[in-house]
């Protein structure tokens, strides 16, 4: 049974970093490709990162586009989504997902078959 876990969440200031880890179990790791996205308080779900399986192909949506960069260890099981220059509207949270993908990345939510919990994330004015 695949298991995804995020650790790493917290408050932070404005201008802060965090980084969020996923740590992932009961799947080829190496198979999927990984995400990260995002639900701030009365918001809708929202893509954020996207890494192929090999970790050779990353995607972000516009709102975190050089800011935000995600990684994965295919060796430890764990994706990485390092946060930096965090803005109040950063504050959401944040979910990994995980999508039977080979070479290829997706953004909507529907195309990952796996979800964890979710870690918060609230960034102070």
């Known amino acids: 049974q695949a298991r995804l876990v995020e650790s790493g969440g917290g408050l932070v200031q404005a201008g802060g970093s965090l980084r969020l880890s996923c740590a992932v179990s009961?799947?080829?790791?190496?198979?999927?490709?990984m995400g990260w996205f995002r639900q701030g308080p009365g918001k809708e779900s929202e893509f954020a990162a996207t890494?192929?399986?090999?970790?050779?192909?990353?995607h972000y949506a516009d709102s975190v586009k050089g800011r935000f960069t995600i990684s994965r260890d295919n060796a430890k099981n764990t994706v990485y989504l390092e946060m930096n220059s965090l803005r109040p509207e950063d504050s959401a949270v944040y979910f990994c997902?995980?999508?039977?993908?080979?070479?290829?990345?997706?953004?909507?939510?529907?195309?990952?078959?796996?979800w964890g919990q979710g870690t918060q994330v609230t960034v102070s004015s």
């Open positions: 997902a995980a999508d039977w993908n080979l070479g290829g990345w997706h953004t909507a939510r529907h195309e990952y078959e796996y």
């Open positions: 009961g799947l080829t790791f190496s198979n999927y490709a």
């Open positions: 890494i192929t399986n090999s970790g050779g192909t990353t």
